[in-house]
């Protein structure tokens, strides 16, 4: 049986996630190699150090390589930061031909129309997302192609970013010996990997939360009405934690993960946990209560941001499945409780399902593990960069043929090919 390899690379505030995915014909997905490294390159998402990145990438990617037992040479690579921003748009185009069949190339022109939107000078489009058609004015039509009409229009959702933040991120993963298949949304890519099509349908939000933003992305009606990047995540609960109990920040993240709490009337005031003191030389018993009362104030900010975004986009009732968290921070004790009791919303947890078996044998994971597993909500958006890619390869291989690194660049940066012609 005749199988391909799909690889997606999480460049995260945190960590560097590289999955590493077996697809066969029938796009039965089996994960073959993991590989985690620590991110020091990045802030709120974004690069600030290429080399840094670029050696995380490396020690991810071979992580990877060795569980999976073979190379990979390019990778689905997820992107957020707050320079992301999104926005709807409408197009509109008549219909050829003398039958009026819509044809691809009327679908391709009439995405064109919507993509006539206020960008400057220093963006680049990252995705123009179809929310529904419209033929001669009957809305609601997921797929139009070899439908009859004369009018036909688009409800689109387009999402983008900083072309210097993007050009780096490429920088980073070329320079670290791959090419780049596509640069992907990373709430985009989690919601594939931990949402149903009912709740997409139904109506949703999807939180989520890594290490230096969260990511928010809404569903209604089964297309995407709204997303956002907010620069605050799991890092700065870590920082206040380290500031709070006087801790390094290294020991602050195992605290939170091991004993933190959201909802700090629900700890009981005798439970004691040990913390490494400023110095590194001793250790020091404190209140586990003390430790939830420095994590609920950041993440009552998270999830009130969270609020804040959801009323930009309409009621409640636009969302009646509620709220899907995941991510590294959504793990920590009575968090969907917290996000309920502020949203006012139903709350779960999202994980992913393939990677249950394999993230128990990773090498030096650098996600401490929680009982005897890693959690696998720190997986949900590698899992989405694979699932993406599966959904995607086939359409592009059909339609262009599989693009290469430098035709993924010069999307973004036609202005730079020549730069970037060194790395290939």
Request: aromatic share 4%; net charge negative; glycine share 8%.
């Amino acid at each position: 049986m005749k199988r391909r390899i799909v690889t997606g690379l999480d460049i995260g505030t945190t960590k560097i996630c590289a999955l590493i995915a077996e697809v066969s014909e029938e796009d039965n997905i089996e994960i073959v190699g993991i590989g985690l490294a620590p991110s020091n390159g990045l802030r709120k998402g974004i690069v600030v150090d290429i080399d840094k990145t670029t050696h995380a990438i490396k020690s991810a990617i071979q992580k990877a390589e060795r569980m999976a037992g073979q190379k990979v040479d390019s990778a689905y690579v997820g992107i957020a930061g707050a320079h992301i921003k999104s926005i709807n748009s409408h197009g509109v185009v008549a219909v050829t031909g003398e039958e009026k069949e819509i044809k691809e190339s009327d679908i391709n022109r009439v995405l064109d129309a919507a993509k006539i939107i206020p960008v400057s000078s220093e963006e680049d489009i990252l995705h123009v997302l179809p929310r529904e058609f419209i033929i001669d004015g009957s809305p609601g039509i997921q797929d139009p192609l070899g439908m009859s009409g004369i009018r036909l229009e688009v409800e689109t959702h387009i999402i983008k970013g900083v072309s210097t933040s993007i050009q780096n991120l490429v920088k980073s993963v070329l320079r670290a010996g791959l090419s780049v298949e596509e640069v992907v949304l990373e709430p985009l890519a989690s919601s594939q990997a931990v949402l149903s099509e009912d709740e997409k349908e139904l109506g949703v939000v999807l939180v989520d939360i890594g290490g230096g933003t969260t990511d928010v992305i809404v569903f209604h009606e089964g297309s995407i009405a709204h997303t956002s990047v907010l620069p605050v995540g799991g890092n700065h609960v870590s920082n206040d934690i380290a500031v709070g109990l006087r801790t390094p920040v290294s020991e602050a993240e195992k605290i939170k993960i091991m004993h933190g709490s959201v909802i700090s009337e629900r700890v009981d005031d005798n439970d004691k946990i040990e913390v490494l003191s400023a110095s590194g030389r001793e250790r020091k018993m404190l209140s586990r209560k003390m430790l939830s009362q420095v994590i609920e104030p950041r993440m009552g900010e998270i999830f009130s941001l969270v609020k804040k975004e959801l009323d930009k986009v309409g009621p409640r009732d636009l969302t009646p499945a509620g709220m899907v968290l995941t991510g590294g921070a959504s793990l920590l004790e009575d968090s969907e409780e917290l996000a309920s009791n502020i949203t006012e919303l139903p709350v779960r947890v999202g994980e992913p399902d393939y990677v249950s078996g394999l993230s128990n044998i990773i090498d030096n994971p650098v996600y401490i593990k929680k009982g005897d597993t890693v959690p696998r909500a720190i997986f949900s958006t590698a899992v989405g960069l694979v699932e993406y890619g599966i959904n995607n390869s086939d359409a592009k291989t059909s339609s262009a043929g599989k693009k290469n690194s430098k035709e993924v660049v010069s999307n973004f940066f036609s202005k730079l090919k020549d730069w970037f012609s060194e790395f290939f």
